[in-house]
């Protein structure tokens, strides 16, 4: 994996880039990966390795490369290739027999095809000048935007890429019909002093190369592991009765999602049980004209026109169908739908009774504010009766009534009532 055999590891046996040691669990670091499984198994005795590599560039980009040194690379080393001119720096992302079957997917043989070879494993020079290549390619971007506005071309140039050497860039653009950039290649050239190659692609290897967050919340499909691309139609939408909203059914390319395909041979194979929507159901009453489907509950809808005694919608399962549709090619014709009826089992909810009252929100208010006001009442009886001027009050209002039995007794009467019981 890309954690195992990563080329810029430290020697904390920690790479430099995501810093995880191997437990990020995206299956390497590498954009667009194959998962070798063939890697840890060995070859039978008198075959060689097969001497073609797999090598990525910037944004997913790959190529094939043969391998005439005797050197043998591993997934994530860095190499230095042969280009047109000069040369370019890769990462290794396939080797072994696996490359074969890459090779045949996208239908590249090594008899019929040169190949370009690999020079050598790069060096901490060629990394250098990488690096400060691949610093020019923000603002070089920006700076061809500029010009092509000004030559009024309806082009957009969406990525850079220069070689490792610096002596090429290629520029990706996407436009709606073809474009004369003859003289853009002259002012780019004159402007950046390297050699211009300029590529068109589609909307969705722009917003494959490009990258981002899909609606789902993942990164997108055509970023991490979608290779080919397949042409998606709004039927595709309509066998999985999704509603044709192009602002959700499009992605961020403009183009309808790729994941529309993903499902839809399960659905078409589901489909297979139902019979055709322009099969009517002959009845007594009339004919009856099929309205929508539940495919996960195999129910289907039926309406019954207002002119022949209906008017109205009748719900049947996917075996009532097939009974109804039996009994007409037979030459036979029911009286009307209401025997065929799918009636849905209810569900039975669960009674109880609200006895304490706990599902009343406010339920504690009343509580919490009479026990407050209690308590705040007592504690100001309690201030009011220990402060001197209410003792003073006390002390009047019981000589004015000429009774000293609601009088309290003062402290040092308690002493000499004490007192006077140990004498006694």
């Given at each position: 994996m890309g954690c195992a055999s990563c080329a810029n590891k430290n020697s904390g046996s920690t790479p430099k880039g995501c810093k995880n040691n191997g437990t990020c669990a995206t299956g390497g670091c590498d954009k667009l990966e194959v998962f070798d499984w063939l890697s840890n198994m060995d070859l039978p005795e008198g075959i060689g390795h097969f001497d073609v590599l797999e090598i990525r560039f910037k944004n997913g980009r790959k190529s094939f490369y043969r391998n005439l040194t005797k050197v043998y690379f591993q997934a994530g080393d860095t190499v230095a290739v042969m280009a047109s001119p000069g040369y370019d720096v890769g990462v290794v992302t396939l080797t072994g027999e696996l490359v074969k079957v890459q090779m045949s997917r996208k239908k590249i043989?090594?008899?019929?095809?040169?190949?370009?070879?690999?020079?050598?494993?790069?060096?901490?020079?060629?990394?250098?000048?990488?690096?400060?290549?691949?610093?020019?390619?923000?603002?070089?971007?920006?700076?061809?935007?500029?010009?092509?506005?000004?030559l009024k071309l309806e082009m957009k140039i969406s990525d850079v890429e220069f070689q490792a050497d610096n002596t090429k860039a290629i520029f990706y653009y996407t436009a709606s019909g073809r474009v004369d950039f003859r003289e853009l290649i002259k002012v780019m050239a004159d402007k950046f002093r390297i050699r211009i190659e300029m590529r068109q692609i589609g909307a969705r290897q722009e917003s494959g190369r490009l990258g981002g967050i899909g609606s789902c919340g993942r990164e997108l499909c055509c970023a991490t592991w979608l290779t080919d691309f397949r042409s998606v139609s709004t039927s595709s939408a309509r066998y999985q009765q999704l509603s044709l909203n192009p602002q959700k059914l499009a992605g961020q390319c403009g183009k309808l999602k790729c994941c529309l395909n993903y499902e839809l041979d399960m659905y078409l194979e589901a489909y297979k049980d139902f019979p055709s929507a322009n099969t009517k159901l002959e009845t007594k009453e009339g004919a009856a004209v099929h309205q929508k489907t539940d495919l996960f509950k195999k129910q289907m809808w039926y309406w019954l026109s207002e002119d022949r005694g209906g008017g109205k919608l009748v719900q049947l399962h996917l075996d009532r169908v097939k009974e109804i549709i039996a009994l007409n090619k037979s030459g036979k014709k029911p009286q009307n739908l209401d025997k065929f009826i799918h009636f849905e089992p209810e569900i039975m909810e669960p009674q109880y009774e609200n006895v304490v009252g706990q599902d009343e929100l406010t339920r504690f208010d009343g509580k919490f504010n009479k026990s407050k006001g209690k308590k705040r009442g007592n504690k100001n009886k309690r201030r009011k009766s220990n402060s001197p001027n209410s003792n003073k009050k006390n002390l009047i209002t019981s000589k004015r009534k000429g009774t000293n039995s609601n009088q309290k007794s003062s402290p040092e009467q308690k002493t000499n009532a004490k007192r006077q019981k140990k004498n006694k």
């Open positions: 043989t090594a008899k019929n095809h040169e190949l370009p070879q690999i020079i050598r494993l790069a060096t901490h020079e060629d990394l250098d000048k990488w690096k400060k290549a691949r610093a020019r390619e923000y603002e070089s971007m920006h700076e061809a935007r500029k010009m092509a506005i000004q």
